[in-house]
């Protein structure tokens, strides 16, 4: 089981691997909030051998599954570059020891934070996007510093295929290092707690995930 830590300016959820050469997670929520779903994959990660943690990027709130405008409101709210540059590095700092080398994943709101810490910070060695794209405006995929991996449902009508294809274009112009995966399924596959969840994708999408740490940060 995780604890909820003090970081720079706020808290987070943290779960430790007990190995002492763990590499580090951090990892983003969703639009909903530091639910107990992005707790337990946190600590999915932790089983895997990785220290891992979630900053809590709305300050306490968490939405329940069913309040979408809820959670649009506070997804609004928060200071995307902001919180990138503030708290995802906070959690990173909380992390940080010599040798160490952190990966940073999220899921929706958390996969737009993700291709951010991406660009905008230098202490991760990889990142891992779920369903979430920043816009051109917050982030270009010629900025990104490190590997990506993404993983994108073919029926999400918040983070497009149409999204996917010019990011991926883009990633590719610019000769970056990445992969990024397509799942027949929808928005949210990951979480189990929503309606859109779909375990065959979430399966693949974890264990592509795995492969990919196991690449860059170990």
């Not at 003090?6 to 639009?31: C, N």
């Not at 990660?45 to 891992?52: E, L």
Request: proline fraction near 5%.
């Amino acid at each position: 089981m995780g604890m909820t830590v003090k970081l720079e300016g706020g808290t987070g959820y943290y779960a430790a691997s007990g190995r002492q050469d763990a590499p580090g997670m951090v990892v983003i929520q969703e639009w909903w909030g530091l639910q107990d779903q992005i707790k337990s994959v946190c600590e999915q990660y932790a089983a895997a051998g990785f220290d891992a943690i979630v900053p809590d990027l709305y300050a306490g709130v968490v939405v329940p599954y069913h309040d979408e405008e809820a959670a649009g409101r506070e997804m609004d709210a928060l200071d995307f570059l902001s919180a990138t540059d503030l708290q995802v590095k906070a959690a990173a700092d909380f992390l940080a020891r010599p040798g160490r080398k952190i990966g940073l994943t999220g899921f929706c709101l958390g996969g737009i934070v993700s291709i951010l810490g991406a660009i905008r910070l230098d202490v991760f060695a990889a990142s891992s996007c779920y369903y979430g794209l920043p816009s051109p405006e917050q982030g270009k995929p010629a900025d990104i510093n490190i590997p990506i991996q993404g993983h994108f449902a073919l029926g999400d009508t918040w983070c497009t295929p149409a999204m996917v294809d010019a990011f991926e274009a883009g990633l590719a112009a610019a000769d970056k290092q990445f992969e990024l995966y397509r799942y027949d399924c929808d928005h949210g596959f990951f979480n189990p707690d929503i309606k859109e969840y779909d375990a065959a994708s979430a399966a693949l999408s974890w264990e592509r995930d795995l492969a990919f740490w196991a690449k860059h940060l170990k």
